[in-house]
């Protein structure tokens, strides 16, 4: 296992226990919990998902990568003499 997905199964194993920490010790309503609990969830895992995904932008990798550029037709003029 890669330390990287080790500290992601922390941090998601942690999330639950502090919200459920600021409901319990701090009476929080859990409406406010979830409610920001949903609004931080698609930027934190957007940004876990770009750090950790391994996506490779290097140029000398090209392996993986298939770039196909669309080929124009251009009209080639021929000479009549």
Not at 13 to 29: S, T, W
Not at 45 to 55: E, Q, T
Request: glycine share 4%.
């Amino acid at each position: 296992m890669k330390k990287s997905h080790l500290w992601i199964m922390i941090l998601c194993c942690l999330i639950p226990i502090i919200g459920l920490a600021a409901i319990y010790l701090f009476n929080v309503p859990v409406s406010n919990v979830v409610f920001f609990g949903l609004i931080l969830l698609c930027p934190v895992s957007h940004l876990l998902m770009m750090k950790y995904m391994g996506h490779d932008h290097s140029p000398t990798d090209h392996s993986q990568h298939e770039h196909h550029t669309p080929s124009a037709a251009i009209p080639v003029e021929e000479e009549q003499s």
